[in-house]
């Protein structure tokens, strides 16, 4: 005998097949648009939150006045560890597609007690993330109308907060639409903001030729600038994962989250080498210059109000694509735990015809215009709380992403996939994360500035009672922790 099955074995099997094990009708994440959003439109959310045009524009000529010598280093080294830190999270993502993203690798990995430390900071850093991009959409729209009628009576609170609930409504709206229209339009503002960097770098580089190989030059250079350096340019690209949180309703998840991660990274590196190159032809002393960083950009001939007010309408549009995104990433991490009951279960609620997470939007809301409506009201410049609260929370992400890097080892283990070259990498992107955070926080604490270091022991501390709370109340919850999108059933061939 051959072994094969008889034909009465085969009409019998045909007749009556195996059921397939562990295939449900619907996923735990049921109601987003799953399989909709395309690759380079993941690419475009994690650019958006990154910010890089904004940065580019404004950046280099900041980390040129504190680090002095040596500001291309700090670059080198800050980029370096985000693609570290994307080489990780890339390890989670080609297994697991989740809108929790690093919460809910890490519960996978070490549990609800560790996916919760994490997951409280990631709601704290995304929220921050929100609030500082709906600030400085409104502080720079204001500039730019400041800029463009100088002769006209300034803007006031009443006409500023009015600009911060009208940019809350068209991302309430764009978002409720779908993510599909959401991440379209990032994709669309990112793309025109790329251009316009590159032409005002171009213009530069005529106008005022190639630049000198001795911004390269580390004569003079301070080691311990050049690190806290390299801590700035780390904070600036916190967010970069937030594709990730997309992952549920991608078309090709596995594929298409790690290149959108390490794509994102890669687009701001490139756009920053290419302002800090044009940057650096701009060698006259600041004090023989016009103004700030728009002056710079622009020549002499071009008036100094029309320079003002382009460059706070590109960086108003570019702060807008982040409050869209970032806004989006935070409403699915708040989604995926309302639908483990960590949660209240209606944040878990999605929308009939458009599959958003309409719950968890709605919630985020007040949440985004708390800080900008705190300024106006105590008479301050709308943006200064926003900012020095993001100062603080890039601290509370360096932690999360070590503790991600740290728990790779331990996920790989668990699916008998470790090996010594993801361990060297987790190792590697997690010891350097926690030592340029503890630079951080031994520069603030030489400051007196213990912002930072309690915003990130209360996130810790928040995340454990939390753990502790759902443990005595709710324990059913922590077992359901850590859900992802799945096979389901009409997924299959011949469903």
């Known amino acids: 005998m051959n072994g094969l099955p008889g034909p009465a074995a085969l009409e019998r099997a045909i007749a ?3 059921e397939v094990p562990d295939v449900r009708e619907a996923s735990d994440l049921a109601g987003l648009d799953r399989r909709s959003v395309r690759a380079e439109d993941l690419l475009a959310n994690s650019v958006a939150v990154i910010a890089p045009a904004a940065s580019a ?3 280099p000529f900041v980390l040129l006045a504190v680090v002095g010598p040596g500001a291309w280093l700090s670059a080198v080294l800050g980029f370096g560890l985000a693609l570290l830190l994307a080489g990780v999270f890339s390890h989670y993502a080609t297994r697991i597609a989740a809108p929790g993203s690093m919460y809910t690798w890490v519960t996978r990995s070490l549990g609800p007690c560790a996916g919760l430390l994490v997951g409280a900071s990631m709601l704290l850093g995304y929220a921050i993330l929100v609030a500082f991009g709906l600030s400085q959409t409104m502080r720079r729209s204001t500039d730019a109308v400041a800029s463009a009628a100088p002769s006209a009576p300034a803007l006031g609170a009443g006409s500023q907060w009015c600009i911060g609930a009208a940019v809350v409504v068209v991302c309430l709206l764009v978002s409720v639409r779908g993510v599909r229209v959401a991440t379209r339009l990032a994709l669309v503002v990112e793309s025109a903001l790329v251009v316009g960097l590159l032409v005002l770098a171009g213009l530069t580089f005529a106008r005022e030729g190639a630049p000198s190989l001795a911004i390269l030059s580390l004569d003079g250079a301070d080691p311990w600038r050049v690190l806290l350096g390299a801590v700035a340019v780390l904070g600036i690209t916190v967010g970069f994962e937030s594709s ?3 992952g549920g309703e991608a078309a090709r998840p596995f594929w298409s989250v790690p290149r959108a991660m390490t794509g994102a990274l890669l687009v701001a590196a490139a756009l920053y080498a290419v302002a800090f190159t044009a940057v650096g032809t701009l060698t006259a002393p600041e004090g023989e210059r016009r103004g700030g960083p728009a002056q710079w950009w622009f020549p002499e001939s071009v008036d100094a109000h029309v320079a003002d007010a382009v460059l706070s309408s590109l960086l108003a549009v570019s702060f807008l694509a982040l409050t869209l995104c970032a806004w989006n990433a935070l409403a699915r991490v708040i989604f995926s735990f309302a639908r483990e009951g960590v949660l209240p279960a209606v944040l878990g609620r999605t929308h009939d015809r458009w599959g958003s997470p309409v719950g968890a939007l709605l919630v985020v809301a007040p949440v ?3 800080p900008a409506t705190l300024t106006l009201v105590t008479g301050r410049q709308v943006g200064v709380l926003s900012m020095a609260l993001l100062q603080h ?12 890097a740290l728990a790779l080892p331990v996920f790989l283990h668990r699916i008998d996939e470790l090996t010594p070259g993801p361990l060297v990498l987790a190792g590697l992107a997690a010891a350097l994360t926690l030592l340029l955070a503890g630079l951080a926080i031994v520069e603030d604490v030489r400051g007196g500035d213990l912002g930072g270091l309690t915003l990130t022991l209360g996130s810790l501390g928040s995340g454990l009672l939390w753990f502790v709370g759902l443990r005595w109340l709710r324990p059913s919850s922590l077992r359901r922790m850590g859900i992802h ?4 059933s009409t997924d299959l061939l011949g469903a």
């Open 393 to 404: 929370a890039v601290l509370v992400l360096f932690v999360a992403y070590a503790l991600v």
């Open 16 to 18: 009556d097949p195996p």
């Open 57 to 59: 524009l404004s950046v």
């Open 485 to 488: 999108d799945e096979t389901i």
């Open 244 to 246: 990730a949180a997309l």
């Open 368 to 370: 985004a215009i708390a």
